[in-house]
């Protein structure tokens, strides 16, 4: 038996891949969509609280969303990588 990929398995079965490849597309939307949020929420909520604790007024804020937006960014390019 072959798989989708044409493939055979060595067992004869047809295996099913457990692989982020097989999600369907809108589950790797909702996947991106919820990273790049929480990414940035975490960046902003850090960079307030950083502006409470050290009074730093926008300073911390601007500090934590260019954080946030970094880590959005990355995390989204290693999604990404993982459906080409």
């Known amino acids: 038996m072959s ?39 975490v960046g902003v909520v850090l960079g307030l609280y950083l502006d409470d604790l050290w009074h730093l007024a926008p300073l911390g804020l601007l500090i934590g969303i260019v954080l946030g937006t970094v880590a959005a960014v990355a995390s989204v390019v290693t999604l990404v990588r993982r459906y080409l």
């Open 3 to 41: 798989d989708r990929s044409g493939n055979e398995h060595p067992d004869g079965s047809d295996q099913e891949k457990s692989d982020v490849k097989d999600l369907p597309g809108f589950a790797a939307f909702a996947a991106l969509g919820t990273t790049i949020a929480t990414c940035l929420a």
